[in-house]
């Protein structure tokens, strides 16, 4: 059930103009892009999902879910999920929208995901409040990680079974 009318939707024209108007501070922007550049990425692949966290109908925060074969850099799960480019939109931040809106995502997954049993990230070793939010929301560190762009990243995971 949708907690005080925040959402997860796939990405729709109606909320393009939301999404335009995404304002994120340099020291995010170095872990995540903006979602306009995100969603233009994810256009150029079939098995790329673009989602939106609303708040009364409005985008305020978004994420592509991927399911072509850059997951296997993250996880060797088949029925796995990766989710990337995750922002709040700078001026909604520290509403509870990000909390509020990803503690919905084992329901969306599982109801347009059936296959699905897992759903992976990374994230910055330097990111502390991205990596705060995601425990909170139940991923746990894998112990896996990586090299990004801005060094060492850590590989969580939501277990959806």
Do not use: W
Not at 17 to 36: A, G, N, R, V
Not at 56 to 80: M, Q, S, W
Not at 150 to 155: A, E, P, R
Request: aromatic fraction near 14%; proline fraction near 4%; hydrophobic fraction near 40%.
């Amino acid at each position: 059930m949708p907690e005080l009318g925040v959402t997860l939707d796939f990405y729709k024209q109606e909320y393009e103009e939301s999404i335009k108007h995404f304002t994120l501070p340099s020291h995010q922007q170095k872990y995540s892009p903006l979602p306009i550049e995100a969603l233009e990425t994810a256009s150029l692949k079939i098995d790329r999902y673009p989602v939106v966290i609303t708040a009364n109908k409005k985008a305020v925060g978004f994420f592509v879910l991927y399911a072509d074969n850059f997951i296997y850099k993250h996880t060797n799960n088949p029925n796995a999920l990766l989710l990337m480019d995750f922002s709040v939109n700078y001026s909604e931040q520290g509403k509870g929208f990000a909390k509020r809106g990803l503690s919905q995502l084992k329901r969306f997954v599982r109801d347009n995901f059936g296959e699905c049993d897992e759903v992976v990230l990374g994230v910055n070793y330097k990111n502390f409040r991205a990596q705060k939010l995601y425990e909170k929301i139940g991923f746990i560190d894998t112990g896996r990680r990586i090299m990004g762009e801005n060094g060492k990243i850590f590989i969580l995971n939501l277990s959806l079974i």
